[in-house]
């Protein structure tokens, strides 16, 4: 079965340092991988998907991830952290079947401090 | 694209009462799909729908819990015989009709079961 672990809680990063999510993944086939941001009180909200192609894929509000086959893992990072970039984030991977429904991590709750 | 609603926000109820919630996708979106999320977990698929035929249902989705989308449009969550379990954030995603394509989810509602 498709799975993703995201094994930090937190993350507490300053005001314009890099900031990195972790995320690894297990799947049997081609990885399909997407992360979305939750902001309080508000819906998921896509930020990127790696499916094919180039390893580092480019998303919104200046969020990249790294694609790694041989580690499994599909980080997220962004090289200047803003105080607006705090929220919960999610690692998903699409489900093996033909639904496109996405099976999500548990969550990341990312802290930037002023 | 004005987003995917859901109706309503908050709905607090006592155990053993009938809820129902209602979802509304972008309206050239055919695949919808209901999660539920929980206080530090992510997403968990619930249902999906292609227009109005309901293709897969979670095994861990008890025979209390009911969805419809009629027309193909919008859809309900039905909910019978709430138990305090069933206190959580459900969520409804849209997306259109293609492999690999993004969720748009909503902003949820919250319900809390008394």
């Known amino acids: 079965a498709q799975s993703v672990a995201q094994p930090e809680d937190q993350v507490n990063v300053a005001e314009g340092n890099p900031l990195t999510v972790k995320c690894t993944y297990s799947?049997?086939?081609?990885?399909?991988l997407f992360w979305y941001v939750q902001y309080p009180n508000r819906g998921l909200q896509f930020l990127l998907k790696?499916?094919?192609?180039?390893?580092l894929v480019k998303g919104s509000y200046g969020f990249e991830a790294e694609f790694n086959k041989s580690q499994t893992s599909f980080h997220l990072k962004k090289p200047s952290a803003l105080v607006s970039d705090s929220a919960l984030y999610f690692c998903a991977v699409r489900d093996g079947g033909a639904t496109n429904k996405l099976i999500f991590g548990t969550g990341t709750l990312l802290a930037v401090q002023p | 694209d004005t987003g995917v609603s859901q109706d309503p926000r908050h709905k607090i109820t006592k155990r053993g009462q009938n809820v129902t919630f209602r979802c509304d996708p972008i309206?050239?979106?055919?695949?919808l799909y209901w999660y539920r999320q929980t206080l530090g977990q992510g997403p968990e698929f619930l249902t999906y729908f292609q227009n109005e035929a309901q293709l897969e249902k979670s095994r861990l989705l008890s025979n209390r819990f009911s969805a419809e989308r009629p027309k193909g449009s919008f859809s309900t969550l039905e909910i019978q015989r709430t138990e305090q379990g069933d206190s959580a954030m459900y969520l409804c995603?849209?997306?259109?009709?293609?492999?690999?394509?993004?969720?748009?989810f909503g902003s949820g509602t919250q319900l809390s079961v008394l």
């Open positions: 995603a849209s997306s259109q009709d293609r492999p690999n394509e993004k969720l748009f």
């Open positions: 790696y499916i094919t192609g180039d390893n």
């Open positions: 799947v049997s086939g081609n990885p399909y």
């Open positions: 309206s050239e979106h055919n695949r």
